[in-house]
């Protein structure tokens, strides 16, 4: 197989995100691949604006990367025990473009929050939304860290050997899954 594409996904946009953090430690734990990260900087979604000037072109970038991934990764943080803002705003335009985008696409779903539980509510409904874009979610353990700022070094690498350990695990399923 050629070198597989993997996209990432951010739920945050905040540059020093723990969920930015958790995902360069998926992509090393993935192994080579060409990656894309995502950009979900785009407009609120308004019919009305679709209607008068159509998808933004941000959105149709977005959905031409999930449509030529091999595999996805998403990491979202939990605010106020939901799915955040930017990342349901994404999921909203990207049902608005013509042609499936996530069906059958191998994803996977983790989540670092400041939190004891780690991002779990936010993640279920993550994986909910999922749903009716019909995207692939492989089963395993939930990766979900809690006390997020005190599980990553000063250079963001994942510092706790049983997340590492799952994080690891689900990584290694996703490229297998890809690579079938």
């Given at each position: 197989m050629p070198t597989p594409k993997l996209v990432t996904?951010?739920?945050?946009l905040r540059a020093g995100s723990f969920n930015r953090m958790l995902l360069r430690?998926?992509?090393h734990a993935f192994g080579p691949a060409e990656v894309v990260e995502a950009d979900l900087n785009l407009p609120l979604y308004d019919g009305d604006l679709e209607s008068s000037r159509g998808v933004p072109e941000a959105v149709h970038v977005l959905a031409d990367h999930l449509r030529n991934a091999d595999a996805i990764v998403i990491s979202s943080p939990e605010y106020n025990k939901g799915i955040t803002g930017v990342m349901k705003n994404a999921l909203d335009w990207i049902s608005?473009?013509?042609?499936?985008?996530?069906?059958?696409?191998?994803?996977?779903?983790?989540?670092?929050?400041?939190?004891?539980?780690?991002?779990?509510?936010?993640?279920?409904?993550?994986?909910s939304c999922l749903v009716?874009?019909?995207?692939?979610?492989?089963?395993?353990?939930?990766?979900?860290i809690a006390g997020a700022e005190n599980e990553f070094d000063e250079a963001g690498k994942l510092i706790n050997d049983r997340y590492h350990?799952?994080?690891?695990?689900?990584?290694?399923?996703?490229?297998?899954?890809?690579?079938?």
């Open positions: 996904i951010s739920g945050s430690e998926a992509v608005r473009v013509k042609g499936p985008v996530f069906k059958n696409k191998l994803t996977v779903t983790m989540s670092a929050n400041a939190g004891r539980t780690g991002g779990e509510t936010g993640q279920f409904m993550l994986m009716p874009l019909q995207a692939h979610v492989l089963p395993g353990p939930m990766l979900c350990k799952v994080l690891t695990g689900k990584m290694e399923a996703l490229r297998a899954a890809a690579e079938q």
